[in-house]
């Protein structure tokens, strides 16, 4: 499994993003007046045409800084992983490298309780994305409590794998 790198650099993340043709922007239906909401790296041809839209770079860092949020990515030629995730109290300390691996994705050291977790919480985890998020407060609603994190297996699209790395991250409280 390739490794991922966090930085908070402008220049690092409109270098790496505009390297895979890539473009600042946001989720539509989440903003509001004067709040771009929910940002992302849109990729052409990929899932993103229809729900996002293009935000000039001083917007999307404007609200990037204003969120607090950091730049995970991974740095080999032809990847296009990267996801937006909360700072480390480390990285917002005088000093802290702005280039940071092997820290947890969501970037302090609380675990996200998966029966109370919305799904931008959820969505922060290492290795969970929007769809999957969606299907974990799903499967909560309609089982009411989600007792344990094993219990995750039963959603379509989370394995052993994924179950292991999320111990480290989630709690069944």
Do not use: C, Y
């Given at each position: 499994?390739?490794?991922?790198?966090?930085?908070?650099?402008?220049?690092?993340?409109?270098?790496?993003?505009?390297?895979?043709?890539?473009?600042?922007?946001?989720?539509?239906?989440?903003?509001?007046?004067?709040?771009?909401?929910i940002l992302r790296i849109d990729f052409p041809g990929y899932?993103?045409?229809?729900?996002?839209?293009?935000?000039d770079w001083?917007?999307?860092?404007?609200?990037?800084?204003?969120?607090?949020?950091?730049?995970?990515?991974?740095?080999?030629?032809?990847?296009?992983?990267?996801?937006?995730?909360?700072?480390?109290?480390?990285?917002?300390?005088?000093?802290?490298?702005?280039?940071?691996?092997?820290?947890?994705?969501?970037?302090?050291?609380?675990?996200?309780?998966l029966n109370t977790a919305n799904e931008e919480e959820l969505d922060a985890l290492w290795g969970v994305g929007p769809v999957t998020a969606r299907k974990i407060v799903e499967f909560r609603e309609r089982q009411g409590r989600i007792n344990s994190v094993d219990e995750l297996n039963q959603i379509d699209g989370i394995d052993s794998a994924m179950i292991e790395a999320l111990r480290r991250e989630v709690v069944a409280a």
């Open positions: 499994m390739a490794s991922a790198t966090r930085t908070t650099d402008h220049q690092t993340i409109m270098d790496w993003v505009e390297a895979r043709g890539g473009h600042p922007a946001h989720v539509k239906r989440g903003s509001g007046s004067g709040d771009p909401g899932s993103g045409e229809q729900s996002l839209e293009p935000l001083d917007t999307w860092f404007d609200a990037f800084e204003a969120n607090k949020l950091a730049f995970l990515f991974q740095d080999e030629k032809d990847s296009r992983f990267s996801k937006l995730v909360r700072r480390a109290s480390a990285d917002e300390s005088a000093g802290a490298s702005p280039h940071r691996r092997g820290q947890r994705r969501r970037g302090h050291t609380s675990r996200v309780d």
